[in-house]
């Protein structure tokens, strides 16, 4: 099947660093990519929706200036947490969807757990 | 707006029994897809099942099927001879056929495989 990679898979930052999680699609072109959190023993929440070439689209509730997407090509879609602070510390996940038509399965990375100390 | 739920926070069942997760949703639309998918305690998201809501066919995949009741907006999931390798938490999900491709999650089942 499809991979979709998740870089880095695990992080430690500092209160009001930022960081970046990238979410790439290795074999195949994916024109949306989406991006969920996950706290502990709960289920996976959808942030953001990220399209290629255009602003990615919010949940309710989801801060845009906070965490920021970029979508650039059909193959990478970026999530970058700013001025993170340790109510950030969860556990990221990316999936994409393969262009085309008829595409109904996503492909999930394998995620990235963010802490901030 | 969709909404998922699993009623069934914890489930166990012992090695080589069949076990059935519970699903049902919400929904107004008339064409969607119905997925239950498989959280490992590595965290990476596994498809075990998917279903189209046009299909009237419940969908098998080896050791798995699904219940698919679309007047009562249910779905579960049978695991049939269950193994080891089976426990983790497994999360049904929605998506739309039309409009964003986005993934509506259940609350999760911890499913625990007893020797």
């Known amino acids: 099947g499809a991979v979709v990679s998740q870089h880095p898979s695990w992080v430690i930052c500092k209160s009001g660093t930022s960081v970046k999680i990238e979410c790439r699609s ?5 024109t949306t990519m989406f991006w969920y959190r996950q706290f502990p023993k709960q289920s996976l929440m959808l942030m953001a929706t990220s399209n290629e070439g255009s602003k990615a689209t ?6 845009k200036d906070k965490f920021l997407i970029n979508h650039a090509s059909l193959t990478l879609s970026t999530l970058t947490v700013t001025s993170a602070h ?14 085309g038509q008829g595409a109904t399965e996503a492909f999930f990375g394998q995620g990235t757990r963010l802490t901030v100390v | 707006a969709q909404t998922v739920t699993q009623s ?11 076990v059935t997760l519970s699903c049902t949703y919400d929904t107004s ?7 239950w998918y498989k959280q490992p305690p590595s965290r990476q998201m596994i498809l075990v099942i998917r279903q189209e809501a046009y ?24 695991i049939s001879d269950s193994q080891l390798g089976d426990a983790a938490m497994y999360f049904c999900a929605y998506r739309s056929a039309q409009g964003a491709q986005k993934l509506v999650f259940g609350q999760g089942t911890r499913l625990t495989i007893n020797p």
């Open chain 1, 26 to 30: 290795l074999d195949f072109q994916a």
């Open chain 1, 58 to 63: 919010y949940e309710q509730g989801v801060e």
């Open chain 1, 86 to 99: 340790p109510e950030d510390s969860s556990f990221y996940i990316c999936s994409a969807t393969a262009l």
């Open chain 2, 8 to 18: 069934q926070p914890e489930m166990s069942v012992q090695e080589a029994e069949t």
């Open chain 2, 29 to 35: 639309e008339s064409d969607y897809y119905l997925f």
């Open chain 2, 55 to 78: 299909k009237q066919q419940n969908a098998t995949e080896n050791r798995f099927s699904v219940n698919f009741q679309k007047a009562a907006k249910s779905f579960s999931l049978k």
